[in-house]
């Protein structure tokens, strides 16, 4: 289980690119029936590298347990 305080999550409008998947350095993400990026919390460092690469601006950073 991830030890960070922080997590990714994904909004409502991800149009399922995969930007962020490629740059996830622990591969927390996968892109779900092709219509949107899911995190698994269990992995997911709270790094942002996918908030700064989203080309839709959807991806943020909260803090654990906010969406739990």
Same mark, same amino acid.
């Given at each position: 289980m991830? !030890? =960070?305080?922080?997590? @990714?999550? +994904?909004?409502?409008?991800?149009? @399922?690119?995969?930007?962020?998947?490629?740059?996830?350095?622990?591969? @927390?993400?996968?892109? +779900? =029936? &092709?219509? !949107? @990026?899911?995190?698994? &919390?269990?992995?997911?460092?709270?790094? &942002?590298?996918? !908030?700064?690469?989203?080309?839709?601006? +959807?991806? !943020?950073?909260?803090?654990? &347990?906010?969406?739990?």
């Amino acid at each position: 289980m991830a !030890t =960070s305080t922080r997590l @990714a999550r +994904v909004g409502r409008e991800c149009v @399922a690119c995969g930007s962020c998947l490629r740059v996830c350095p622990k591969g @927390a993400i996968r892109i +779900v =029936s &092709g219509v !949107t @990026a899911q995190i698994d &919390g269990n992995i997911c460092i709270g790094c &942002g590298k996918c !908030t700064r690469i989203c080309p839709a601006d +959807v991806i !943020t950073i909260v803090q654990r &347990g906010a969406v739990e």
